[in-house]
């Protein structure tokens, strides 16, 4: 039989697309490390756009709607780590909406073993609990160190404002909680009892007259603070509360506490380190808390925490606590 040009181009051009279906098959793994996840439906993915402490402007949700109804089935998921996602949608129109998405600055959100989008709350942008400004470093974060490789594993950070740690610091392979360390002006004391019973953690007891904390129950939220009628219990300082090691997942890890009242600099140069030391440290796909239960976190504070001239948190009770819960750092 013969094959007319025209039927010879269009045969061309199906073997074409059906090779390189094919390759985009063949290459699942660099699709889901640059955000394009593969769903159980065939030839379908879902794409997970960036949005870096759950902030997104209206002209991108619009774009993220106007995506999802024209290459999706009009719908979005928003994940547990504050991503939008758009499911359904075929690896033909890839380019499509990263055309749409560079056109507003946007981008989709890696995968991988390397640095994930960071999460955070409102913090006291406008939440009245929150003690640290957690939109802008999660902010400055992502812009500095979001895809950044780690060479073994996803590394996860958080920000949350304050010690009822909505965004899960504890779970997270660094995180960081707003915490405020109070201090009695005695002088100013009428021993109203008022910040006694406003502790929830029974840090504050009555002892000749005025409230004296324990620092080991005290969790840092600064309900005292507020609620001094006087302005007799103040704030000494405030900082960061820094988490590593934690993970969630079929085998969590409840992280370890290593620093305390660190600033929003030293965050920076905090996550530049631990990166360094989890690259030169870790073993194949582990994350950070197993290398930590292979090595001990005394060599991470050692050789991160101390050398960075933070307030180190040596607690030996406290790890036995966590371990007798059952989180293990294996």
């Not at 640290?132 to 996803?154: I, L, N, W």
Request: net charge neutral; with cysteine.
């Amino acid at each position: 039989m013969v094959v007319s040009g025209i039927e010879a181009e269009l045969a061309g051009l199906k073997a074409g697309l059906k090779k390189e279906a094919r390759r985009v098959k063949l290459n699942f793994d660099d699709l889901k490390s640059g955000g394009f996840i593969k769903q159980t439906q065939k030839d379908l993915f879902t794409v997970r756009l960036r949005c870096p402490g759950g902030r997104v402007t209206a002209d991108r949700l619009r774009v993220a709607a106007e995506i999802a109804e024209r290459y999706g089935r009009g719908e979005v998921h928003v994940s547990v780590r504050q991503s939008i996602e758009v499911p359904y949608v075929s690896y033909e129109h890839f380019e499509a909406i990263a055309e749409a998405l560079r056109a507003i600055d946007w981008s989709v959100a890696s995968c991988g073993p390397r640095v994930r989008v960071p999460t955070a709350c409102a913090g006291c942008a406008y939440n009245p609990n929150g003690l640290m400004d957690t939109q802008s470093v999660c902010a400055e974060v992502d812009r500095r160190y979001f895809g950044t490789p780690t060479g073994h594993h996803k590394f996860k950070i958080s920000f949350s404002g304050c010690p009822i740690d909505c965004f899960r610091t504890r779970e997270m392979d660094l995180g960081f909680q707003g915490s405020a360390e109070p201090v009695l002006v005695e002088d100013l004391c009428t021993g109203c009892e008022l910040c006694v019973r406003s502790c929830e953690d029974f840090a504050l007891r009555m002892e000749d007259g005025l409230p004296v904390r324990d620092a080991d129950r005290c969790n840092g939220c600064g309900d005292c603070i507020k609620v001094c009628p006087v302005d007799a219990m103040v704030e000494a300082r405030r900082g960061w509360l820094v988490r590593a090691g934690g993970k969630h997942g079929k085998h969590p890890i409840f992280a370890y506490e290593v620093a305390n009242y660190v600033s929003n600099e030293d965050v920076y140069s905090l996550i530049e380190m631990t990166l360094e030391w989890y690259r030169s440290n870790g073993e194949g796909r582990e994350r950070l808390g197993a290398t930590f239960g292979r090595l001990g976190v005394e060599k991470y504070i050692d050789e991160v925490i101390d050398p960075l001239g933070l307030e180190a948190t040596r607690n030996p009770e406290d790890r036995r606590k966590y371990k007798s819960e059952g989180n293990t750092y294996g």
